[in-house]
Each structure stands twice: as structure tokens, then as C-alpha cells.
Nanobody, 122 residues
Framework: QVQLVESGGGLVQAGGSLRLSCAASGLTFSNHAMGWFRQAPGKEREFVAAISWSGGIRNYADSVKGRFTISRDKAKNTVYLQMNSLKPDDTAIYYC???????????????WGQGTQVTVSS
């Protein structure tokens, strides 16, 4: 049974930083691309960032480029999202996602986590 468990969300002031973690189990982490998505109140879920199975390819939404960094630790089966210079518009539930193989995780994940709330106050 695949499980993706997010952690690290919380309340932060604008300009601050948070690091989200997603611990994966029940899958072969080394052959899955991983991604982060978010959903703000009243809005559709949107892509935030993704990293290839090897870690060699990283994609970001334009809205977070230069502020967010995705990374992965194969030894810990964990993917991270470092979020800097946070803005109130970044407030959302952040979801971890996974898909075996290439970077289709950006549009068609196979697996989802339950999400972690990030709230950025102005």
C-alpha cells in the first residue's frame, strides 16, 4: 500500500520560510518522480514543483520559481519543498504526489498524500 505522508506545514508571516517533507512508503522511491501541488480555498489544485526519479530534472510553476526548491533524499525515501520569501498567495493545502517513471507527475500523478496546511499571514 502506497503512502505519502506530508509534514512541515504551519503558520508563517509573509517573507518567512517553511520546509515541507513527504515521506514515501510502499513504492520503489528510486524509480518514481515526485511532485508538490497546492489547493487554495475556492481554487483548483495546481502544480507547484516536481523532481525526476534521479533528481536531475526539476520543474517549477512560474509563480514559485526562484523562491521554492524541491529536493529528494533517496536514503530517507523523502521529498522536500523548501519555501522561501513566502507570500499570502502561497496559502493553501500542499499535497505530495508520485508517479513512476518520467515527469508526467506534473500532470498525472498516480499517488497523492493527504496534504498539509500552509498559511502565510500578511
Amino acid at each position: 500500500q502506497v503512502q505519502l505522508v506530508e509534514s512541515g506545514g504551519g503558520l508563517v508571516q509573509a517573507g518567512g520560510s517553511l520546509r515541507l517533507s513527504c515521506a514515501a512508503s510502499g513504492l520503489t522511491f528510486s524509480n518514481h518522480a515526485m511532485g508538490w501541488f497546492r489547493q487554495a480555498p475556492g481554487k483548483e489544485r495546481e502544480f507547484v514543483a516536481a523532481i525526476s526519479w534521479s533528481g536531475g530534472i526539476r520543474n517549477y510553476a512560474d509563480s514559485v520559481k526562484g523562491r521554492f526548491t524541491i529536493s529528494r533524499d533517496k536514503a530517507k525515501n523523502t521529498v522536500y519543498l523548501q519555501m522561501n520569501s513566502l507570500k499570502p498567495d502561497d496559502t493553501a493545502i500542499y499535497y505530495c504526489a508520485a508517479r513512476m517513471g518520467g515527469m508526467s507527475v506534473t500532470t498525472k500523478p498516480n499517488y497523492w498524500g493527504q496534504g498539509t496546511q500552509v498559511t502565510v499571514s500578511s
